[in-house]
């Protein structure tokens, strides 16, 4: 199907990757039909845009946490697993919204730093497509030294 989308301009979208969110996103609950899409030329994508399929204007950059060297363990609540119907944790992926914070002196958003929502992961099932935003994660944060 053909999708019209504010920012990406009209794109192409297989039925059978749309990553469904039933309660929808935290402030975009009536968004729960999404899309990734990544640049074209690219086979290792650092950052992907999530496009709502519900509202052309709502895109959310996203990536994969390990590229950013976090790694998560998650426990999910029974009423999660069931809302994702995960049946193996190797069909989950999780990703992080990142965004541009723009400092209250600063003009220029593109000059502003990335930042990575940490706290609130989304999580899909790969198998399903059926995904949630797990929200008010408490972190334990560790560095090491490479």
């Known amino acids: 199907m053909l999708f019209n989308s504010s920012l990406l301009g009209q794109v192409e979208v297989d039925e059978n990757t749309i990553i469904t969110f039933e309660a ?20 290792n994508p650092s950052v ?12 959310f950059s996203v990536t994969d946490p390990q590229k950013l060297g976090i790694r998560y363990e998650i426990e999910l609540s029974q009423d999660e697993v069931a809302a994702l119907a995960l049946s193996s944790q190797e069909d989950a992926a999780i990703l992080l919204t990142i965004y541009r914070e723009l400092p209250s002196d600063e003009a220029n958003p593109a ?29 334990d944060i560790v560095f090491h030294n490479r």
């Open 24 to 43: 929808g996103l935290p402030a975009f609950e009536n968004c729960t039909r999404f899309k990734l899409f990544h640049e074209a030329d690219s086979d």
């Open 48 to 59: 992907f845009w999530m496009q709502s399929l519900d509202n052309p204007d709502v895109l």
């Open 111 to 139: 000059l502003s730093q990335l930042r990575a929502n940490v706290r609130n992961p989304l999580i899909i099932n790969l198998a399903t497509q059926k995904a949630l935003q797990k929200t008010g994660l408490a972190c």
